[in-house]
């Protein structure tokens, strides 16, 4: 089963799609963070300019007044920044689930399909390991393998290059 999935084309397709879509988060998330430090550094600039004993009381306050609505901003924009990557990501996850349990789907009806074909009483995953990571199937002869004739099948519809 695992050679099926990862060697089926469609799976190295929507692989390349999550892929992308995970880049186009990223960028997103780098944009805001960008905006974020920009907000950081006119936060230390107005520090600096706070230690300065020249300024007056009216500067002082004006440049007080701008330090706390930059620093309120700044955590309202990282707020938003993390539920933004919070939902994407979950939304990401989620559509690569459906999309992988299609594609499951697809190769368990074609093995079903090829079992019947073959009037074979049972197909084992000699692959497939237990919750404790030992093998289901620990001896078997000989044995027909199905995985190739089943990934020919599979890939029929793959376009060149695919």
Do not use: W
């Amino acid at each position: 089963m695992e050679r099926l999935f990862n060697e089926y084309y469609q799976t190295a397709k929507i692989q390349r799609e999550i892929n992308i879509d995970r880049a186009r988060i990223q960028r997103d998330n780098n944009d805001r963070l960008a905006n974020i430090r920009e907000i950081d550094s006119k936060l230390q600039k107005i520090r600096e300019q706070l230690k300065s004993e020249d300024i007056g009381a009216k500067e002082r306050e004006d440049l007080l007044t701008e330090s706390r609505e930059l620093s309120q901003d700044g955590k309202s924009k990282e707020r938003e920044r993390t539920e933004f990557l919070d939902r994407r990501n979950r939304a990401l996850s989620e559509r690569m689930r459906k999309q992988m349990r299609g594609i499951l789907v697809k190769i368990q009806r074609t093995v079903s399909e090829r079992a019947k074909e073959g009037n074979y009483d049972f197909i084992f995953d000699s692959s497939g390991n237990s919750n404790q990571g030992i093998p289901f199937v620990l001896h078997a002869r000989e044995t027909t393998d199905l995985t190739d004739n089943l990934l020919e099948e599979l890939n029929k519809d793959a376009e060149e290059g695919e």
